[in-house]
């Protein structure tokens, strides 16, 4: 469990008592109600990281609305959206295992996040992950009931594959993009889970081959 939880819960669970203890048990029961909510929405459940070569797992629970090609940066990238609603699993997990390369932090609305708009106007934090010659950006997009997102990581780090990031308090999306190269594994409509479904197989590196004065040489193209 996220101990976000328990900065909601604990402060509910006394006000229920203390209105129940003024005036009846089931004035507070409201309160109690609320609180035993927020312990189940800031669940953090283990989850199975695949193990498969070049697999890219699913940076958060929900259902895909939208697989896409996009332009970023004069580069054509595929673009796989998951929004999250106010029932699933908010907690965010790394795509991929690499280095944090780069994160950078914007604000914006809070427009609803199933709109195509919101991937560009809303608040939201956009992470790079580069590992085993392949870079991924995933963005971290607030809703319309979202108001805070958590990033627990900065540029530099080590991330495993699945490993916890952060998270995004209530509805929310996240988006994944990836080299258009990429196998696609899902389509739009499936539920999916962070850190345990496959979104897409990434090709491996190319090797480049060089000569050296002392022979010869392989390593990954960059």
Do not use: C
């Not at 992470?127 to 979202?146: C, H, N, P, S, W």
């Amino acid at each position: 469990m996220v101990r976000d939880a328990y900065y909601y819960a604990i402060p509910l669970v006394a006000a229920g008592a203390l209105v129940g203890w003024l005036t009846a048990p089931w004035w507070g029961l409201p309160a109690l109600l609320l609180a035993v909510f927020f312990l189940w929405f800031f669940r953090d459940p283990e989850r199975v990281v695949p193990g498969e070569a070049g697999a890219l797992v699913s940076p958060a629970d929900g259902k895909v609305t939208d697989v896409s090609p996009v332009m970023v940066d004069g580069v054509e990238r595929v673009r796989i959206s998951i929004f999250l609603n106010v029932f699933n699993v908010h907690v965010n997990r790394s795509p991929i295992a690499g280095t944090i390369r780069d994160v950078q932090y914007h604000k914006g609305k809070f427009v609803n996040a199933m709109s195509a708009a919101s991937a560009e106007q809303n608040e939201q934090n956009v992470v790079t992950v580069e590992g085993d010659g392949q870079t991924v950006v995933f963005k971290q997009i607030a809703g319309l009931l979202a108001r805070r997102i958590v990033f627990n990581k900065q540029a530099g780090d080590r991330v495993e594959q699945g490993e916890r990031v952060g998270l995004i308090k209530f509805g929310s999306r996240v988006d994944v993009l990836l080299d258009r190269s990429a196998n696609l594994r899902v389509k739009v409509g499936d539920h999916v889970q962070g850190g345990a479904s496959v979104l897409a197989f990434l090709q491996a590196a190319p090797q480049v081959v060089s000569a050296g004065s002392s022979g010869m040489k392989i390593q990954g193209a960059r």
